[in-house]
Each structure stands twice: as C-alpha cells, then as structure tokens.
C-alpha cells in the first residue's frame, strides 16, 4: 500500500518533532518535519499530506498558557486549510502540547476551529512538572488510533496537563459520545491517585478525540515508547516485540490502507 505522507509540525520551542518522525517512519509513513512559517507562506501545501502531527514541547516558551500561541496562530492563518483537511476526513494528533494547541484553538473536543472553547488543560494539581511514566486504558474504540480495552505504560512531561471542561455538561457529552479516548489508571487498572493521575485531571482523562474520531489529543508521549529499550525496566522485565505506543502510529498508516 502507498505510505501516507504526515506532516509533523515544529515552531519556536518544539522539542519531539526527531522522536515523532522516527515513530511515524517505525509504523511505515512518509513522515516531514515542517516548520510552521513554511506552511504559513504557502498554507495549500499541507494538503499533500495525509496526517498532521503537532508534537510536544513548549511552543513559544508557553507564554501565556501551554499551547496558546501557537493555537492562536494556527486559527489565524490557516483556518481555511485546516478546514479543509479535517472535511477531507484526514488525520490529525496532538501530543502533550499539542494537545494543549488543538484544545485551545477549538478542534478538540468539537472537531471546528473558533467558537467558545470547551475544554483546556491547566496547571497541574502538584504545582510543578511532572516527568513519570502512567499507566493509560482505552476507553473507547471511537477513535481510529486505538481499539477499546488496550492498555499503554507511557511516559508523561508538563506542567499544565490537567484535562478541565468547561463544564459537567460538556464532559457528559462527550463521555456519552465516546470521545473519552484515555483515562489514567492504577498500576492494576484501578481507580488512580497522584501520582498515577500524574495532573489531577477530572474524570482521570489522558486522551480525547472528535465526534468522527479523526482527530486525537494526549497528554502522555507515545512517541517515547516505540521500542521496548524505552521502557524504564526492558533489562528486568525482558524484551517485547514493540514499545506500547507503537501502536498508535500504526493504527494511523493502517486507517489509509
């Protein structure tokens, strides 16, 4: 099958954009690192790609909150674009500061850019960065990324990762619609404390998708677990065939097939 081309975005303070391209070409895509001002200047390019990718970091220091800059100038300057790739039922993930990006620019959880903003992730209740590994269950099979059930240890890294809604009627909505993508669990799949909900985010939520399920955000970095060595005990616990976030990337070259 042709490999889908992904288009990983990088601005001023991204710093996964190398981890996120080798997990895409590990799954089999065609993956480009472009710089933001790029599409910008010609916005009809990213077009010629079959999945957007906005990986972690603190884009523009984080200034004013996680993520919100860049949101912002995104919203501004492609928001045509943009439209138009998600209507052409393409691909789009955001990884920890993206996350943060596609929460404040509208995309998530509503799937549209502009509008009141229902979600966002804030300062995370131990008031510092928390840099730990989590353990996360799919909740619903919603999203293209990952079936219902699966479970991932993956690695987190922010300082204003706690998922908020606007309000309870937003986070019924979309727990009802499935769009409750990933929740922090225990160790044994139980109800999680800190530091297993490593931010305090409400509902334990770790991950969220839109109605079509084509456009996905995450606090925890799968692009950090790709191969079993990530694993902070690979020598102890023994070798898996592939590193739980894998998956995920996967899934995604799989949808195009």
């Not at 472009?34 to 220091?61: A, C, K, S």
């Not at 993508?181 to 225990?186: A, G, L, Q, T």
Request: charged share 20%; glycine share 10%; proline share 6%.
């Amino acid at each position: 099958m042709p490999k889908p081309k992904v288009c990983v975005l990088r601005a001023a303070g991204t710093n996964c954009d190398a981890e996120t391209v080798y997990a895409c070409e590990r799954a089999g895509a065609l993956p480009e690192r472009v710089h933001v001002n790029r599409l910008i200047e010609n916005p009809d390019r990213l077009g010629q790609y079959q999945m957007l990718i906005i990986p972690g970091g603190f884009t523009y220091g984080d200034d004013i909150s996680a993520g919100k800059v860049l949101a912002v100038q995104l919203a501004n300057t492609l928001t045509e674009v943009l439209g138009e790739f998600v209507a052409a039922d393409k691909l789009i993930v955001g990884i920890c500061n993206g996350f943060q990006v596609l929460a404040k620019m509208g995309l998530l959880p509503g799937g549209e850019i502009g509008g009141e903003q229902d979600v966002t992730l804030s300062a995370n209740d131990s008031n510092r960065f928390e840099d730990r590994w989590v353990t996360l269950r799919a909740e619903s099979s919603r999203s293209v990324f990952i079936k219902e059930g699966q479970v991932l240890y993956l690695p987190v890294a922010h300082a204003e990762g706690k998922f908020v809604p606007r309000d309870g009627v937003i986070l019924r909505r979309m727990q009802v619609a499935g769009q409750v993508i990933f929740r922090y669990v225990s160790a044994n799949g139980g109800k999680p404390e800190y530091p297993d909900n490593p931010n305090g985010s409400v509902d334990d939520v770790a991950g969220i998708c839109d109605t079509s399920g084509h456009i996905l955000g995450m606090m925890p970095h799968p692009e950090r677990h790709v191969e079993p060595w990530h694993h902070p005990q690979w020598t102890r616990k023994g070798m898996t065939p592939e590193g739980d976030g894998l998956q995920i990337f996967r899934n995604a070259v799989q949808y195009f097939a």
